[in-house]
């Protein structure tokens, strides 16, 4: 505690002016200061700015600019009021095609640092609507009792505390505009300290807001809440434990949110805890790059790995001769199940297994696929890559959330297995923020 004292007493107050050399990868600008990397927010390269430091390490430190001397051409005004103290966004401050390139660099830059692979042809980036586009969060609750109001939303920039924001321009309008209302109904609920979070899912048509109790809601807290879903067009459901234990208010109906892949005839349902996509329009695109990229037919086998509810193995299966999918939950391996069913897909099979681990003796390790569809966590996928030397795919397609552990399991795959990194790209999924996503094609 003593040392977390002296630190902050020894934060320099007065005002450091420097030039910006380049990016970090979650788009704050990085300079040098005295030999010593810093880390400045809202700075973009090649500006000369004016920063207070916010943290000081041993081997780095941070800042935010208090005064912007010369400006980026692809510098932007926020849109958003409470850009800077909300954290959920980091790039307001920088032009939409701008933000494209600055992922496509990072991308191309990892393949060579991290998996020390030639930077490939990059596909043109699959880009959408820039605001309103989330359908998935969990949002932060916290009733404040000095300030008589309930926030709800997401925690401040670099710190623990929820901001006290009143709107959300990248979450979809059905919530991101009724936050206020939100935060007025929890107030008045008996139980507006016993809520920690909600849970909102928000399919093509139907929205669920999961709301976690801590503590079981009155009759005249159930009644408020069920006024409030009925006047919003929104279902609201309580979460007393775990995500299976969501259930809708007494006596109302579940609603279970779908969203359709009309290209290919598809309609997902899912449960409001679940990973799904948060932005559809991106989703179909990649899903339709992936189908053209693996260039599917009758004869192909194909299995895909971290599967979860089947968001690629379906519309794969209308293309290929047999789908194998492989995830790590249980609960998505039953949705993705059930949705087979729900869209009368027959030339699927799910299994459940940890891929972290040894599954040579799983009952699908031993079949032959001619190609694979990996779609990881942040994680990266390098523990399964080594059973690629017994499958010997001719294509693989690697959908990524993280640049990082793709360009290192990119090495693997080029380097130890005499794969080539055909083509890569980015795909605009979570706009506004430091989110890379991206998709790399390796073929034998």
Known sequence: MAGNRARKKTLPETPVRTTIESLAHDGRGVSHVDGKAVFIDEALPGEEVEFVYTEMRRDFAEGRVVNLITRNRARSEALCPHYGVCGGCSFQHVEAAEQIHIKEDLLKEQFKRIGKVAAPELWPPLTGPHWGYRRKARMGVKYV???????????????????????????????????????????????????????????????????????????????????????????????????????????EPEVIPTYALPEQAIEFKFRPAMFTQVNYEINRQMINRVLETLELNEYDTVLDLFCGLGNFTLPMARYAGRVVGVEGDQPLVDHAKENARHNKIENVEFYAADLSKDVSDQPWFNRKYNKIMLDPSRAGA???????????????????????????????????????????GVMDMFPQTGHVESMALFVK
């Open 145 to 251: 009792a000095k300030k008589s109001r309930t926030l709800v939303g997401f925690r401040e920039r670099r710190h623990p505390y929820l901001a006290e924001i009143d709107s959300c321009r990248v979450m979809h309008p059905v919530v991101g505009e009724k936050l206020i209302d939100l935060s007025e109904l929890i107030s008045g609920l008996s139980i507006r300290e016993k809520i920690p979070q909600i849970e909102v899912a928000i399919g093509d048509e139907q929205c669920v807001l999961a709301v976690r109790v801590m503590e079981p809601p009155t009759e005249t807290d159930k009644e408020k809440m069920r006024v409030f879903a009925h006047e919003h067009g929104v279902s609201i459901c309580l979460q007393p434990k775990g995500p299976d234990s969501i259930v809708p208010l007494d006596g």
């Open 382 to 424: 390098s523990e399964v890559l080594k059973y690629f030397k017994k499958w010997q795919p001719e294509r693989i397609v690697y959908v990524s959330c993280n640049p990082s552990t793709l360009a290192r399991d990119a090495g693997i795959l080029v380097n130890e297995l005499g794969y080539k990194l055909a083509k890569a």
